[in-house]
């Protein structure tokens, strides 16, 4: 935020010919010595080093400067005018004057996208790393917001004072201060430059930022391969898959169903879990929640049958030890729903179709019954062992589900001679079972879209943070434009509020006074209270 000027010399000379109307807040005056201020409520630190450097090249591209800015006051006023009747509007809203309609959890969906607060935090929303990258988006975009107020009046021909650093109560921030005489001399549209360049850069750096995260795979395809199957970024010890899953992995399947982004991962895995369980009563082979696992199901040889481990069931439950698991035979299930060759009769006879086989030996073995996305979809299955096999499919128990994950190491040495589009079927790759809620094993690896051409250990994170620095920069810049649109005290909304009603009302100098309080505190007031609105639910969701 700039440091305030109350008035344009003409306007000042009004109010004094009517009455001395004090400055709503001190003016800043210039003078030599400069020392940082620390109270009880207020802390700042003041930079002097850039004024001369900032001064010379605002004057030396001063016509490009105010062309630019001069955009910036039909957007900053056109947002001033927009944030304005969104606060009425969600005040009218809490104070359920036009009912509940738009509210969600107690929360106006637009104030929550207008401070940009819930957005903000959902793009950066990995701890501690997110706590970085929000610190990092937040001193850019103050730094620039700071830095097209400091450009602008320069353009003008007004020096700067000082650039502060400062702690509010607990409220970070920043502000130039300009040379008094200067800014007073300055006319009504230029000092409108002034204050609406920070809502304007902001708004250029958010832009520019979403403008980079559009075109980020196009900017890195000579370095990386984006858009085919997702990457192991990084697998905590904690994750299920930690012992299956490393760094640099590729996941080409879930369940055979090809997995192309990392949205596409956490579908199917939610779509998977869904779909066991919507079908554990059309699937039930036994009592007490024993069934066959959604249907999927493996071609064992008969004489693997003869030799398997015996099962023991506790509590009608059946059990096996170590690497055993139970499998039990599957129907086949025609398009109409009809079960082949299975009746009531066979539930009495369950305890004898259940068999403790090797999941190591699943892995080699022909697949049978419904392992293709359509057959999911429209609930049909067919039987695709010879005489001698029997399809067989693991016991669903209750809270877990049986997935295959098919991945793709394209590092390895069996993959150097095609490592940017490595075959599913080369050496290179692997699948693996595993049994758990896949909804929680989806979410506890983080994966990227991004796949380097050269084998850099460090090289597949860039992309992931340039992703996330972006994000946050683009939410963060757009927050501080809105934000400082705002009709309130100490903002830059309050500099280009009192510009437009000293400028552009007929009102005596003491009604605009007035007028400007009352929009000022109504705002102040306002924002206060969806503020704490927004951080409370953000806290209990």
């Not at 004489?303 to 069931?313: A, R």
């Not at 369950?350 to 190591?360: D, H, P, T």
Request: aromatic content about 12%; overall charge neutral; hydrophobic content about 45%.
């Amino acid at each position: 935020m700039p440091g305030r000027w109350r008035r344009s010399k003409r306007l000042m000379a009004q109010a004094d010919a009517h009455a001395h109307i004090p400055p709503l807040l001190p003016l800043t005056t210039s003078r030599k010595g400069l020392s940082n201020s620390i109270s009880c409520w207020y802390c700042d630190y003041k930079i002097t080093s850039f004024n001369e450097l900032i001064f010379q090249f605002g004057r030396r591209h001063a016509r490009v400067l105010r062309t630019w800015f001069s955009i910036g006051i039909g957007f900053s006023l056109a947002a001033l005018a927009v944030v304005a009747t969104v606060l009425f509007r969600e005040l009218t809203i809490v104070m359920h004057i036009f009912g509940k309609s738009n509210v969600i959890r107690g929360l106006p969906v637009s104030c929550s996208s207008l401070f940009g607060l819930p957005s903000l935090i959902s793009s950066c929303s990995l701890f501690p790393a997110g706590a970085g990258y929000i610190i990092i988006s937040t001193l850019i975009s103050v730094a620039f917001h700071e830095f097209g107020h400091a450009a602008a009046a320069a353009s003008e021909g007004v020096k700067l004072e000082y650039i502060a650093v400062f702690i509010a109560l607990l409220f970070p921030g920043a502000l130039v201060a300009f040379n008094y005489d200067a800014l007073q001399d300055s006319s009504c549209f230029n000092a409108l430059r002034i204050y609406c360049a920070g809502i304007w850069h902001n708004t250029a750096l958010s832009a520019a930022s979403g403008l980079i995260l559009f075109f980020l795979p196009l900017i890195l395809f000579p370095l990386y391969i984006h858009g085919q199957s997702p990457t192991v970024l990084d697998v905590p010890y904690t994750s299920p898959l930690s012992s299956y899953l490393s760094h640099g992995h590729v996941i080409l399947s879930l369940d055979g169903m090809h997995v192309h982004s990392v949205d596409d991962w956490i579908n199917l895995s939610a779509q998977i879990s869904d779909l066991t369980f919507q079908n554990e009563t059309h699937s039930r082979l036994v009592e007490n929640n024993q069934m066959a696992n959604g249907r999927r199901g493996y071609c064992f040889p008969n004489f693997m049958l003869k030799e398997s481990n015996k099962v023991q069931f506790t509590h009608d439950q059946s059990t096996c030890f170590g690497d055993f698991t139970s499998f039990t035979s599957i129907p086949c299930v025609s398009s109409a729903g009809l079960i082949d060759g299975y009746t009531e009769d066979n539930y009495s006879n369950r305890k004898e179709g259940i068999y403790c086989l090797n999941v190591n030996d699943v892995m080699k073995l022909n697949k049978c019954s419904s392992w293709d996305k359509a057959a999911i979809n429209d609930n049909t299955s067919s039987c695709m062992c010879s005489q001698d096999e029997t399809c067989l499919s693991p016991v669903q128990m209750p809270g877990l589900v049986w997935v295959e994950i098919t991945y793709l190491n394209p590092y390895s040495s069996d993959c150097s001679y095609s490592r940017e589009y490595p075959l599913p079927s080369s050496n290179c790759s692997g699948t693996f079972i595993f049994v758990g809620d896949v909804v929680s094993m989806a979410r506890s690896i983080q994966l990227t879209m991004y796949r380097p051409r050269l084998d850099f250990h460090f090289a597949i994170y860039l992309p992931d943070v340039l992703e996330k620095i972006l994000s946050c920069l683009f939410h963060t810049s757009l927050a501080l434009a809105l934000l400082n649109s705002l009709p309130v005290y100490c903002l830059d909304g309050e500099s280009i509020l009192e510009i437009i009603i000293f400028q552009l009302t007929s009102l005596s100098p003491r009604n605009k006074e007035k007028v400007l309080r009352s929009f000022l505190m109504g705002g102040t007031l306002i924002s206060i209270f969806l503020l704490l609105r927004i951080f409370f639910h953000l806290l209990v969701s």
